[in-house]
């Protein structure tokens, strides 16, 4: 028997030593040769029972040339598919010895227009998660070169069978994934030690987390809010709360609500009201500011909470801490508005110019409980609807009408183009900005779409409130870079290298230090802090006026030019003017991108001779570099033959080499620039001064031998409703409204712009 039993030792014992050198194909290098994929891999959904095959395999393919290292890398090229997300996947299911588990792999993007990123999943018996993350709180978008990406967590070793890792992509774009490698405890899987003798009834789990997902919090109007709390198993005694309003709930939710009780908070992300579990009606923007203030006042009253509230979040999660903000709850001690929305200000329109795209968000909000990302993702449908309704010439109101479903939001919205009381409603107003004495960092950039926005609340709240204690952080981002982790390369345009801040972090550091008295982030040196495009470089400052110290006007002339017509430096004498007709009837341009802030393609282009309905200036090239700090202000002199119009301005460098960097834009109808809440038709033949100063802020340094170059034209596309200048409601216009062409005569001998410098 003792023989036998040293037999038997030894037989296992080579057999457990033989099963460590087992080789994953998490490198890719092992092709299958009957569908020319790597061996082993999922493609298309993600399963724990097996290793599924998608019908859109074409989706999937080993890439010889781009690589990071060996013969191959794994390629998902999602520029096709109209799946709002897809994932490859591949799946361990073997039991090791060990806590700590953690992928490391290569990523290249091209073009992601949602996310990317690897992930990773711990599987149990019966499916049951022990562990998640998909990189959705570091999100890679855009595009981007080879770099390497982790993810890093607990591992269950008694309750853990299987480990599912992988690629996604969310929305559309390219994705190569390689040289994947996991460790436990620091040991390479493959070496790992295995943990043959799982006990069979493990017990209860060890609670890290102490998780409620189903929390319903009823508001001052009987209304029930929704919302996912979670506490650290180890906490003890009450904790400061951080806490998340969100109109976008989904699976990713309790991960963003665990990284903060990771960070030592209570992390609470309450859905917006009707959402999620919330049984009453989706009204976006209406209710959040009660809603915001009854939520916090009931986390007050937990034993859990230690009477302290920080929020954060960006888009549509920044306006709510500002309407949070319009009656600040004592409990609320600071709030980080990122890249915040400003209702009547940004969205749903610009400067009372109405944009389709809105109709498409109310959409991804409204069409469940959660968040309709596959129709908000069909790209072909949306435009299929916008260019039906620009094509047939019917007024904007209809649509709804022309998609074919009724949207009362969409309406409600219509009726209200000034920045009216049902705007002012919504978030802090006027003189309700000098109530709000809390800590508050903004962040937003130089390319994010709700700018004007998030500036918008912090100028107000300089204004009213001399006393405040506001930081500004501002850097070359756009809408999704300036709330996490930006992008190298931000829609074609390469970020200087100090720019490339860990967002995500900064926040935490900052509720460290207002919530928790930790010193104040290193990165806030004073209250502006923002980054030199060009220069790559951070700079400083007390306050938006500090950063200057000039302004260099610019004329517009008659004066032809290569590229359009003369800026000049100084004003131009007997100019003729420049006449200018657009033909508010013709649909010819149906096929061409729609236009609007909201839907740029690149930051950089070849030319811009190709612009349609615009008049192109251009300076000379300047002698010595200049920077550029802030807003620019254009005053246009102008008589039109209408009562209205919709305009654009757009502000470029053209590059030394030739290309074009978009600066600055916006985009107003000119009845609201004198007054953006009373509506103020302009004279037809009379000269009219158009004064725009709020265009979106940059800080540049433009190099030597670079020009100026002002675009100035009429908002007529696709993308937004069409003024057609009767001075009627333009949503009720239509094309029998455009009659005569639009004629402008651009006066140019006493119109210029004036850049904001630091000399």
């Given amino acids: 028997m003792k023989h036998l039993l040293l037999?038997?030792?030894?037989?296992?014992?080579?057999?457990?030593?033989?099963?460590?050198?087992?080789?994953?194909?998490?490198?890719?290098?092992?092709?299958?040769?009957?569908?020319?994929?790597?061996?082993?891999?999922?493609?298309?959904?993600?399963?724990?029972?097996?290793?599924?095959?998608?019908?859109?395999?074409?989706?999937?393919?080993?890439?010889?040339?781009?690589?990071?290292?060996?013969?191959?890398?794994l390629l998902i090229d999602w520029t096709k598919e109209y799946k709002?997300?897809?994932?490859?996947?591949y799946v361990i299911k073997q039991v090791f010895k060990g806590d700590r588990i953690k992928l490391t792999g290569y990523v290249k993007t091209e073009n992601v227009t949602g996310s990317a990123g690897l992930w990773m999943r711990l599987d149990g018996e019966k499916n049951k998660n022990y562990g998640f993350d998909n990189m959705q709180d570091r999100p890679i978008a855009g595009t981007t070169g080879w770099q390497e990406y982790s993810i890093e967590m607990d591992y269950d070793q008694d309750r853990v069978k299987s480990i599912v890792v992988g690629g996604l992509i969310i929305g559309?774009?390219?994705?190569?994934?390689?040289?994947?490698?996991i460790t436990?405890?620091?040991?390479?899987?493959?070496?790992?030690?295995?943990?043959?003798?799982?006990?069979a009834n493990p017990g209860p789990a060890p609670s890290k987390y102490i998780t409620d997902d189903s929390v319903k919090i009823t508001m001052r109007d009987g209304a029930q809010v929704s919302a996912i709390i979670v506490r650290k198993g180890s906490a003890t005694g009450p904790q400061p709360v951080v806490l998340m309003c969100d109109i976008y709930p989904g699976e990713t939710n309790e991960a963003l609500a665990k990284y903060c009780a990771e960070k030592g908070y209570v992390g609470i992300i309450a859905d917006t009201r009707g959402k999620r579990l919330g049984k009453d009606n989706v009204e976006p923007f209406e209710h959040d500011a009660n809603d915001a203030y009854d939520v916090i006042d009931w986390i007050s009253k937990q034993t859990w909470c230690n009477g302290k509230v920080g929020m954060y979040g960006g888009s549509y999660l920044g306006f709510s801490?500002?309407?949070?903000?319009?009656?600040?709850?004592?409990?609320?001690?600071?709030?980080?508005?990122?890249?915040?929305?400003?209702?009547?200000?940004?969205?749903?329109m610009q400067f009372g110019i109405h944009t389709c795209y809105s109709l498409k968000w109310l959409h991804y909000v409204m069409n469940n409980k959660l968040t309709d990302y596959t129709e908000f993702s069909n790209e072909a449908k949306w435009d299929k609807v916008f260019k039906e309704w620009y094509t047939s010439g019917r007024p904007f109101i209809a649509l709804d009408t022309i998609e074919g479903r009724l949207n009362i939001m969409f309406h409600r919205w219509l009726q209200h183009p000034a920045y009216d009381k049902y705007w002012q409603h919504m978030v802090p107003y006027e003189n309700e900005f000098a109530a709000i004495h809390i800590h508050i960092l903004t962040i937003t950039g130089y390319w994010?779409?709700?700018?004007?926005?998030?500036?918008?609340?912090?100028?107000?709240?300089?204004l009213y409130n001399k006393d405040n204690d506001d930081y500004l952080l501002i850097g070359p981002y756009d809408h999704f870079g300036a709330q996490r982790y930006p992008q190298p390369v931000v829609q074609g345009y390469s970020i200087d290298t100090v720019a490339r801040i860990n967002i995500m972090q900064l926040v935490f550091q900052w509720f460290d230090y207002t919530l928790k008295g930790a010193a104040k982030p290193a990165m806030l040196k004073d209250k502006i802090n923002y980054e030199v495009t060009g220069a790559n470089e951070w700079r400083h400052a007390p306050s938006l006026a500090a950063m200057n110290n000039d302004t260099i006007t610019?004329?517009?002339?008659?004066?032809?030019t290569s590229v359009g017509y003369k800026l000049g430096t100084t004003p131009e004498t007997g100019g003729q003017g420049i006449r200018q007709e657009i033909n508010l009837a013709d649909r010819s341009d149906s096929d061409a991108k729609a236009e609007g802030l909201i839907l740029r393609d690149s930051l950089i282009s070849d030319s811009v001779a190709d612009k349609r309905n615009y008049v192109v200036f251009a300076s000379d090239a300047l002698s010595q570099p200049i920077n550029i700090n802030g807003s620019f202000i254009s005053n246009l002199a102008a008589t039109i033959n209408k009562k209205d119009m919709d305009i654009t301005i757009e502000l470029y460098e053209q590059l030394p080499g030739g290309k074009y960097l978009l600066l600055s834009e916006n985009m107003a109808r000119c009845s609201y620039l004198k007054d953006h809440s009373k509506r103020q038709l302009l004279t037809p033949g009379k000269v009219e001064h158009l004064e725009f100063g709020n265009t979106f802020f940059i800080s540049r340094l433009l190099s030597r031998d670079s020009?100026?170059?002002?675009?100035?034209?009429?908002?007529?596309?696709?993308?937004?409703?069409?003024?057609?200048?009767?001075?009627?409601?333009?949503?009720?216009?239509?094309?029998?409204?455009?009659?005569?062409?639009?004629?402008?005569?651009?006066?140019?001998?006493?119109?210029?712009?004036?850049?904001?410098v630091r000399k």
């Fill in 7 to 73: 037999l038997l030792i030894c037989v296992w014992s080579a057999s457990c030593s033989g099963q460590r050198k087992q080789d994953y194909n998490l490198d890719v290098e092992v092709i299958n040769r009957a569908n020319g994929l790597p061996s082993g891999w999922g493609f298309g959904n993600v399963s724990t029972a097996t290793v599924p095959n998608d019908s859109s395999i074409s989706a999937y393919r080993i890439d010889s040339i781009t690589k990071q290292s060996g013969n191959y890398s």
């Fill in 84 to 89: 709002s997300w897809t994932a490859t996947n």
């Fill in 172 to 181: 559309s774009g390219k994705m190569w994934m390689d040289n994947l490698h």
């Fill in 184 to 199: 436990i405890n620091d040991i390479d899987i493959s070496e790992a030690p295995l943990n043959l003798f799982p006990p």
């Fill in 321 to 348: 801490q500002w309407a949070a903000a319009k009656k600040v709850h004592p409990a609320l001690k600071t709030i980080v508005p990122q890249v915040a929305v400003g209702p009547g200000i940004d969205f749903p």
């Fill in 448 to 462: 994010d779409d709700d700018q004007r926005g998030a500036m918008y609340y912090f100028n107000q709240h300089q």
């Fill in 554 to 560: 610019f004329y517009l002339s008659s004066t032809p």
């Fill in 707 to 756: 020009r100026i170059v002002l675009l100035i034209g009429v908002n007529k596309s696709k993308g937004c409703e069409v003024n057609y200048g009767t001075g009627k409601d333009v949503s009720q216009e239509s094309i029998k409204d455009a009659k005569e062409p639009l004629i402008i005569n651009w006066i140019t001998n006493s119109s210029y712009i004036k850049l904001p």
